[in-house]
């Protein structure tokens, strides 16, 4: 063509002709779905307390393992993707949206077969979490322990 | 007269014009729910097609479109000499389980979602050297077998973007003949890859507007025509984002093909009720709506010439984790009604 824009100004130019999602809106529905999600979470530990006389700890793993089974049923009814669509990081950044990241996967490659299908790609989408999760704590743990032995800590 | 001609830099025209003597669409349910529903030959309600996985069942649509194609030409099966068609997947096995079984002589083409406009001019390019009387001319996408390669597993959660776009699960094929059809394939003009910096690839409308903009700026300039000589432009899958920056970028140039143009991918959807966002993408998108709803319309005479631009973005997950940008290509095919 004759006239061309550089791509600094074609960049700018989608940028700003390119429709947003509307931030308050997504900051509200993340914030109902993050927090109930929470909220049930925080049912669960104080019932498994009075019921079963759960210790904290003991609750806290409890409130875990059935938040990571009920993300992992959604996701095998395929529900799981429209909560995130209307709630996105409210579903995403609590366990359940981990719990999605890995059984979604699990899901979509069974038929490359258990081990270059599941096994190999289990963790394509939580791996960079765990990674780089252990390696932060080791990090971590790391500057915990010298700054013990110098006896800042 | 030479029977193929060169017209200025990028066209061709071909003075004994080839012919679409057959179209097929074959289509998802999604696509079944949508505008075009009623152009469609056929819709397939299970998105498996009864096969095992989505890459399968991609291919039993390529199947299903090139025996309905074949049977709606009358043409016998060994009187076709090529086949040209491709899809998205690595390796286009979509392609190659799809049509296997036709056991015709095959060029495999890659043009990421232009493909049909690809085949369509080296299909034309063939039968008027008189290389083949009759040529195949084919493609597929499916939405679930594109998500698994270009994005995330189906079950796993994220918001799509509005410009976004929804990969049509499809297949269209055609038959072209030598002299045989109401719609010649009068010339076509074959695009270069467009690239203008942009690396979001949940936004390929952008990606692909510069392809298509060069493509009809060339087009006219080669043909020496001007947009209205067409009833209708018609694009890909630029979608609503797409069709703006395309309308920008060609106003610059002094071109205005805001009266007669049409885009396939938001012809196919209905945003509101579909929640597709910016329209329909994929192989599939453009060619089921030229087997649908654009030979109805040039057969029925409401449109007698027409442009018809596949868009391709050439995306790929290993040069966009290293940070490459996403180019556009787009390949014009010019019809028009005998």
């Known amino acids: 063509m004759k006239t061309e824009p550089n791509h600094k100004e074609y960049n700018e130019y989608v940028e700003q002709i390119t429709p947003k999602h509307n931030l308050c809106k997504t900051c509200i529905y993340a914030f109902l779905i993050g927090g109930g999600i929470c909220t049930l979470g925080q049912c669960l530990m104080q019932w498994s307390m009075n019921m079963w006389q759960f210790s904290k700890e003991d609750a806290a793993t409890f409130v875990t393992i059935i938040l990571v089974f009920l993300s992992v049923l959604l996701t095998g009814l395929n529900w799981y993707p429209s909560i995130v669509k209307v709630g996105g990081a409210g579903a995403l950044v609590p366990i359940t949206g981990f719990a999605n990241s890995v059984a979604a996967p699990c899901i979509e490659f069974q038929k490359e077969g258990q081990v270059f299908g599941i096994g190999v790609k289990v963790f394509t989408i939580a791996g960079p979490v765990i990674l780089y999760g252990v390696f932060t704590s080791f990090v971590l743990g790391l500057i915990f322990m010298i700054l013990q032995k110098v006896g800042l800590a | ?338």
Not at chain 2, 259 to 288: K, L, P, V, Y
Request: glycine share 10%; proline share 3%.
């Open chain 2, 1 to 338: 007269m030479e029977k193929i001609e060169q017209k200025g830099i990028q066209s061709i025209l071909f003075n004994e014009p080839p012919c679409i003597l057959s179209g097929a669409s074959v289509v998802g349910k999604k696509e079944g729910e949508g505008p075009l529903k009623d152009y469609f030959d056929e819709i397939i309600e299970d998105a498996m097609f009864g096969k095992d996985n989505w890459e399968e069942a991609e291919s039993e649509f390529m199947k299903e479109a090139c025996n309905l194609a074949i049977t709606k030409s009358k043409v016998d099966l060994k009187q076709i000499r090529y086949l040209f068609g491709g899809d998205l997947l690595g390796q286009l096995i979509g392609t190659t389980f799809g049509i296997s079984a036709l056991k015709i002589p095959f060029f495999g083409l890659y043009g990421a979602c232009s493909t049909i406009g690809e085949a369509l001019s080296l299909g034309s390019i063939t039968i008027s050297s008189g290389a083949a009387d009759y040529v195949l001319a084919t493609t597929s996408s499916h939405f679930a077998s594109a998500e698994k390669q270009f994005r995330y597993p189906l079950e796993y959660g994220n918001q799509r973007p509005l410009a976004a776009t929804w990969t049509v699960t499809g297949s269209a094929a055609f038959v072209l003949s030598k002299d045989e059809g109401d719609i010649l394939v009068k010339g076509i003009t074959t695009g270069k890859i467009m690239d203008y910096g942009i690396k979001d690839s949940m936004n390929m409308g952008a990606c692909m507007a510069p392809a298509a903009a060069d493509l009809i700026y060339q087009n006219l300039k080669d043909f020496q025509i001007k947009p209205d000589y067409y009833d209708k432009i018609i694009t890909g899958d630029l979608g609503k984002v797409g069709q703006e920056i395309l309308f920008k970028l060609l106003k610059d140039n002094g071109v205005n093909i805001e009266r007669n143009h049409m885009d396939c991918g938001i012809e196919i959807f209905d945003d509101t009720t579909q929640d597709t966002h910016a329209g329909g993408s994929g192989c599939g998108c453009s060619a089921t709506t030229l087997a649908g709803l654009i030979m109805n319309r040039m057969s029925s005479r409401k449109w007698k010439r027409v442009l018809f631009i596949p868009t391709g973005a050439l995306l790929s997950t290993v040069s966009f984790n290293e940070g490459q940008t996403v180019p556009g290509i787009a390949h014009g095919v010019i019809l028009e009604r005998r």
